[in-house]
């Protein structure tokens, strides 16, 4: 049985609580994808069947509290964003926890401003071998006070084993994210290790893989994303492929067929796994359900969806993604978005930039709205808009 956390009740939401209780009870081995609906009579909200708060984010949510809870005499540091949720990491900075870093790894504190008597709190994406070296070196106990997320300790764990078996790894992720960059540090600690960013850079990698373009162009092509002493000539005879655990499962999925497609045109398709390790198992369940949850909702009519997290947060800009390709999506991180009946600001992280769309509610009744939330979003925010929505309805009251 998966083991319940302790988070603050302000996160909770008895609306989305009751909601997910439910469908659990009703569905325990999680065969059902269809979303929930929330009939308010003129207006239809369908919620996804799976979103929200992931394992291991509630895992790294109850480590950081308790520790402050538990250590008011002591400096308190997170070694980065604990995760993508601006809310979260503003409460944890109010109660005195400062960040040694900033998203993509730029020093906001200087480690030397540290002592062993300090407590640092490794995020959910987990760290580098080296950061976590330096903060040794220091005397900080990181090993107490770590949240790794296990599904990607999981993904390092495969990593060293197809290793082992002197395999190169690639690693599916954004170079610049703090899992990824964790990811890759571990796994070139064992062998050789390049990063592709989406399908695009696996077929460049192919190139080399098959001799297309000269080995030597490749660590232009691949700058500040291979491991050092990487051999573009030798190191890719035989490759694995694993994932930073936040992409779209489907685009892992669909590079990994690529690249060992790859290897078959190259070499002996019956000794394939001579030059491909097969690495499936590292895809994150909760990515993985809550992805499969949109495609499922998106077969329901509607109006337009709500996606609702960070705005760094990669596993929901993912879902953001899925939606767009079926109909308009607005991606807000708090119900102070919807700025009326009329207005709401919404991100854009295509062009990184937040923006206002005039008369989004159509006119029509009932309006149908689709809503998802990622892994690191509280389902509070989530009934937060929900009652926002609900209230542009006047008489509007909650078909049971």
């Known amino acids: 049985m998966m083991k319940t956390f302790n988070v603050p009740i302000i996160y909770r939401s008895p609306l989305i609580t009751a909601i997910k209780n439910k469908r659990k009870q009703e569905d325990r081995m999680k065969k059902d994808f269809t979303p929930t609906l929330l009939d308010f009579g003129p207006l239809q909200i369908f919620l996804a069947r799976h979103f929200g708060f992931c394992y291991g984010v509630e895992n790294a949510i109850e480590i950081a509290f308790k520790t402050i809870e538990e250590n008011l005499s002591k400096r308190i540091f997170l070694l980065s964003e604990m995760i993508h949720n601006p809310q979260v990491n503003a409460d944890l900075q109010s109660r005195g926890a400062r960040f040694l870093q900033d998203t993509y790894g730029k020093q906001l504190i200087p480690l030397e401003e540290l002592t062993a008597d300090d407590i640092v709190i490794i995020p959910a994406f987990g760290t580098t071998l080296e950061i976590e070296k330096q903060l ?71 190139k080399y893989i098959l001799e297309e373009k000269p080995p030597a162009e490749f660590y232009t092509d691949f700058s500040n994303q291979f491991s050092k002493n990487f051999d573009a000539k030798k190191d890719l005879g035989r490759i694995g492929v694993v994932n930073q655990t936040t992409m779209l499962a489907s685009d892992t999925q669909a590079i990994a067929d690529f690249l060992k497609q790859t290897m078959m045109n190259k070499y002996d398709a019956d000794h394939i796994e001579e030059h491909f390790a097969d690495t499936r198992d590292t895809l994150c369940y909760a990515t993985n359900d809550n992805q499969t949850a949109v495609v499922n909702m998106l077969e329901t009519t509607a109006d337009f969806a709500i996606v609702v997290g960070g705005y760094n947060s990669s596993n929901t800009s993912h879902l953001v993604e899925l939606c767009e390709e079926k109909l308009q999506t607005f991606f807000i991180n708090a119900d102070e978005k919807i700025l009326s009946d009329k207005e709401i600001l919404h991100y854009d992280f295509h062009s990184k930039q937040e923006k206002l769309t005039i008369d989004f509610l159509p006119t029509k009744s009932p309006v149908r709205i689709l809503i998802t939330s990622g892994a690191s979003c509280p389902d509070a925010l989530v009934e937060g808009i929900i009652n926002k929505l609900a209230g542009f309805f006047p008489g509007s009251k909650l078909k049971s």
């Open 136 to 206: 040794q070196n220091i005397g900080v106990h990181t090993e107490k006070y770590n949240t790794t997320c296990p599904f990607v300790e999981k993904v390092w764990n495969r990593s060293e084993q197809i290793a082992e078996k002197r395999y190169t790894v690639v690693v599916h992720g954004k170079p610049k994210h703090e899992e990824t960059r964790a990811t890759f540090s571990h796994a070139a600690s064992h062998t050789p290790t390049v990063v592709v960013n989406d399908m695009k850079e696996a077929e460049l990698l192919a």
